[in-house]
């Protein structure tokens, strides 16, 4: 796991459910073949209302115009409370990941996202207190110390305070599940 993660900030409302992060009719692709997680990473946000997302004068779409289809600009996703609602697929982490997102910062998450989000080693899940969707703009430059347990806004010279990663910690260094039960040693190489 990186423990400094930098690049430009997408942000998004509360209750952004994983219908919103990859709708159910992309989940035809199958993300264990290249070729179709691409897709994933394509169409990885499409699902947000135009009122959801990004900054007040309206919707920022997640792959600009001229960008690369497949992989968005944007590697920190900052969303505010229940990050990843909604229906149990693991798909929904696969997608950020695909698109290029590295973290998420959110208020607090749905479990069931956190878990996949951790499980898989798809993403960084941080936590913070600090209300960040009105402090932070989308294509803000961040940078996030994990260790140091902050994110910088380094558009406005704002810092804010992340919560610890806790006992997912060691799963999260080790790129998910498996990889940490591999290990330890809970699992043979």
Known sequence: MRTRIEGLAYVLG???DTDQIIPAHYLTYNP?????????????????PDDQAGLPKG??????PGADEFVSPYTVV??????G?????EHA????????????VA????RIFYRNAVNGGY???LETKARLIDRVCTGDRVVIDIAAGKLTDETSGEGFDLLPLGEVGPIVEAGGLFPYARKVGMLGQ
């Open 14 to 16: 509360d209750n952004v």
């Open 32 to 48: 264990a073949i290249p070729a179709e997680y691409k897709m994933f990473g394509k169409y990885a946000l499409c699902g947000v």
């Open 59 to 64: 919707h920022v779409p997640f792959h600009p």
């Open 78 to 83: 900052i969303g505010g409370k229940n990050f």
């Open 85 to 89: 609602c909604g229906s149990s697929r």
């Open 93 to 104: 982490p696969i997608a950020l990941a695909a698109a290029g997102v590295v973290a998420v």
């Open 107 to 110: 208020e607090f998450y749905a």
């Open 123 to 125: 993403l960084v899940p």
